[in-house]
């Protein structure tokens, strides 16, 4: 059965004391709601990572991410983070390819799909966002560029490395905006994202794979989403910084 997955993206928010403070309320909170196959990954600026990840030990249920990682193994790229830094850090996760990264630092697929091996050969498991923008959405072009996405970035992978990878489905237009997709678009973007997984592998790894929702999520509109049948959990920006508003998202699976 595949995993259920509640995600905090804490962007470039906290400082080094404030999300320590922020994550030990949150593990205190949610330790005792994680059930079954639900886990919880937080993915705060490097800065936090290790510690964050030695605050974690000892609960198998929640995980640490990061929210980027260099292409490149090593070298001169001043300023840079490898995925192999970040592993060792004892952070298991990576986002990849949200779309403040393609928007702001001009990321795109061919680069995702370079970031993506680097941070699977060094034993981080990707959260590979996809997702279309307003005008893309206007225009109907979402499911092409969807489909673009996850064949540009991810469709090189073997079935083995594919089973490493969490996707996102993030509308563009519902980041950080208080606008939700609804339950039905949502749904209907992450069956057909399924369904490009078992054509490109087979059903067995569609049904195995973990397709979150990211968008303006929060206590009071999760419930309806989670409980879609091809959407397994969120990719949490806003209300991830919140400790009540994040455990909260993370019972609605109980
Ligand atoms: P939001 O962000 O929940 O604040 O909309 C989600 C994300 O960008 O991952």
Redesign the pocket.
């Known amino acids: 059965m595949r995993k259920k997955i509640v995600a905090g993206?804490w962007?470039m928010n906290l400082d080094y004391n404030e999300g320590l403070a922020l994550f030990s309320e949150v593990v205190n909170m949610v330790k005792d709601e994680i059930t079954g196959s639900q886990i919880t990954v937080v993915c705060s600026p490097y800065i936090h990572l290790h510690s964050l990840a030695q605050l974690a030990k000892g609960y198998d249920k929640v995980a640490i991410g990061a929210q980027n990682a260099h292409q490149n193994e090593s070298g001169a790229y001043t300023g840079e983070i490898s995925a192999k830094m970040v592993r060792s850090t004892g952070a298991e996760y990576v986002?990849l390819g949200?779309?403040?990264r393609r928007q702001y630092f001009g990321e795109d697929n061919q680069l995702l799909a370079a970031k993506t091996d680097t941070a699977l050969k060094n034993g981080l498991k990707p959260i590979f966002?996809i997702g279309e923008t307003l005008e893309e959405r206007e225009a109907d072009q979402h499911f092409d560029v969807i489909k673009t996405q996850l064949k540009e970035g991810l469709g090189h992978l073997s079935t083995e490395q594919f089973e490493q990878v969490v996707i996102?489905y993030?509308p563009v237009w519902?980041?950080?905006?208080?606008k939700?997709a609804s339950a039905e678009q949502a749904q209907e973007i992450h069956a057909f994202i399924r369904n490009e997984i078992a054509e490109a592998y087979n059903q067995e790894v569609a049904d195995n794979t973990t397709i979150l929702y990211?968008?303006?999520?929060?206590p009071k509109n999760a419930p309806e989403l989670f409980a879609q049948a091809d959407i397994d959990g969120?990719?949490?920006?806003?209300?991830?910084l919140k400790s009540r508003d994040f455990t909260d998202i993370v019972k609605v699976f109980n």
């Open positions: 993206n962007k986002i949200h779309s403040e966002c996102a993030e519902a980041i950080g905006t208080g939700t990211g968008g303006s999520c929060n969120g990719l949490i920006g806003g209300a991830s």
